[in-house]
């Protein structure tokens, strides 16, 4: 996997156009230089806890005795499960309900919706795939995230330009995208799976 497509997978993981609506009603009544710094202190928590997971991942799954094949095949299911939620959204939305009133503060917007658990199991799956890459990955991760901030910050703007069908419809695509993806990780999983003989 290349730093662009492992950009992409992460970018689409982390699904910046479908939180917009979320964010904005999260952030409602709030003066926009507090939104601002609101969404700057929950998108750095959210990349703090996946550059954890990307580090430190490998070693929580030694430690668990688990085998890459196996995460592999479990994070492929868990990004298919999220990406048919993003073609097929409940009514309250592909990460649930957006919460308690008030301001938030890490729950739900760093963690779930931006770090949320398919992301922290890719990164993770990157980490323990290739040892030797892992500042390729963290460059990666960094550029999604980059893209994600700068689509976050323009929240109020992209939601007035391209309104509420376009959004969804982009996010139906980039949840096709991402079943697509899945899929291949899923079968790259069972393949390297009944490749190793068992232990």
């Known amino acids: ?47 703090g806890v996946l550059m954890v997971f ?32 993003m073609i097929f959204p409940p009514p309250e939305g592909v990460m649930g309900g957006a919460g308690e009133a008030g ?15 398919s992301g922290m199991a890719a990164v993770m799956l990157l980490g323990s795939d290739d040892k030797t890459r892992m500042w390729e990955w963290s460059l990666a991760l960094g550029i ?7 689509i976050l910050f323009c929240a109020t703007y992209l939601y007035k330009i391209l309104g509420e069908r376009v959004l969804t419809a982009v996010e139906r695509l980039m949840g096709m995208l991402l079943v697509a993806l899945s899929v291949q990780m899923l079968v790259d999983g069972v393949r390297s799976y009944w490749a190793i003989p068992l232990t």
């Open 103 to 117: 301001e938030p503060f890490i729950v739900p917007m760093a963690i779930p919706m931006v770090a949320g658990p």
């Open 1 to 47: 996997m290349t730093i662009f497509s492992a950009a992409l997978m992460l970018f689409l993981i982390l699904d910046p156009l479908g939180n917009i609506p979320v964010f904005m009603s999260l952030l409602k009544g709030i003066s926009p230089s507090r939104q601002r710094y609101i969404i700057a202190r929950e998108l750095l928590i959210a990349l």
């Open 144 to 150: 999604a995230w980059l893209a994600t901030a700068i």
């Open 54 to 85: 990307l580090w430190g991942g490998r070693y929580l799954l030694e430690a668990m005795h688990l085998r890459q094949e196996s995460v592999s095949i479990a994070g492929g299911i868990i990004l298919f499960l999220i990406g048919v939620r």
